[in-house]
């Protein structure tokens, strides 16, 4: 490592990875950004377009020495990650994820990771339906809620620098605690994605798909637009987050029965109020989107100095986890 500069492993170079590589490129902050992934080409690929500086095929290897490694890859594919790549870990290392829920990577980065690394969550709350490194870009998390998550294993210092690496590619750190974290975005991000699946088999499970095609335009496709995302990472989401996204579709059910039952009746005025209540909701979050914090304010990006600052501190010592 330069004495200025921190060495940053990614390990998965998807969509997210991607993204973060090339975010974290554009202001010079890393000494070296380390890229590792099990497909040659992708890897070949991620140096090409100025993603990571080197790729490392061999899992020690591309950890060995980090300062800070980057998980970025689908939920259940984490626990067994962490524990191939903790021996090779150095000490005062800072281990982070991007997945999309928490106690589950939490738990297993608390079994896996070695008491002299730190271990903070982190999930930035943003993404597209095409999974992929060609469709990343540096922008990706520019104004987005990033989520920072610690657990157990998480020092005052970790957390710092997740925060500091969240403000580095654009986004807006917001502290959660997992089982809320979990909770939440089970709602926002979860539930939709399997809501749109839905929508898409209840349509193409029809006698009258061929002609359903040829109908469908905007609606039907902003609706279903989640359904073409990654396969892997919506199960593993799933499976990961069951309870939660059980629980809120226990609402939508409900929710879609009570409207049922008012279209039935023919309750013009109930329709018009369940819809309207609906359209002022959701038009007051877009008014809203992205500025939870100053009205009107723009993410600014610290200056390389201040960034570099808070991302390296003092990465020779030993980081130890708080005390509980």
């Known amino acids: 490592m ?12 998807g969509l997210i990875g991607g993204s973060l590589g090339l975010a974290l490129k554009k202001p010079g902050i890393a000494h070296e950004i380390v890229g ?27 950890v060995s020495g980090a300062d800070i490694v980057i998980l970025a890859v689908p ?19 800072i281990v982070t994820d991007v997945g999309s829920t928490k106690q589950e990577i939490i738990a297993a980065a608390e079994s896996a990771l070695p008491p002299n690394v730190a271990f903070v969550g982190g999930h930035p709350m943003a993404g597209r339906e095409q999974a992929g490194l060609e469709h990343a870009e540096a922008g990706l998390f520019q104004g987005a809620t990033y989520c920072v998550v610690a657990g157990p294993r998480s020092t ?3 957390v710092d620098v997740v925060h500091s690496l969240a403000r580095a590619v654009g986004g807006h750190p917001f502290t959660i605690d997992a089982a809320e974290h979990d909770s939440l975005v089970a709602a926002v991000s979860h539930l939709p994605f399997v809501t749109a699946a839905a929508l898409v088999r209840v349509a193409a499970g029809s006698p009258s798909w061929v002609d359903l095609q040829r109908l469908a335009a905007g609606g039907f496709r902003d609706g279903t637009r989640t359904a073409s995302g990654d396969v892997v990472m919506h ?9 939660a996204i059980v629980r809120w579709l226990d609402d ?6 009570r409207v049922r039952a008012t279209i039935l009746d023919g309750d013009a005025g109930g329709l018009e109020a369940w819809f309207a209540e609906a359209k002022q909701e959701r038009d007051t979050w877009l008014e809203r989107r992205g500025d939870w914090t100053v009205p009107g304010a723009a993410v600014p990006m610290p200056p390389r100095g ?4 808070s991302l390296l501190g003092r990465f020779g010592r030993l980081i130890k986890p708080r005390e509980q």
């Open 252 to 257: 939508l059910v409900s929710e879609l029965q």
């Open 75 to 93: 939920p259940r594919a984490m626990a067994a990650l962490m524990e191939q790549m903790a021996p090779h870990l150095q000490a005062g290392a």
């Open 306 to 309: 201040e960034l570099t600052d």
């Open 36 to 62: 590792h992934t099990r497909r040659f080409e992708v890897a070949q690929r991620a140096r090409a377009m100025g993603a990571i500086d080197r790729a490392e095929w061999n899992l020690p290897a591309a």
């Open 2 to 13: 330069e004495p200025d500069r921190p060495r940053l492993t990614i390990i998965g170079l």
């Open 235 to 243: 199960r593993d989401i799933a499976l990961s987050n069951r309870q």
């Open 156 to 158: 005052d210092r970790a």
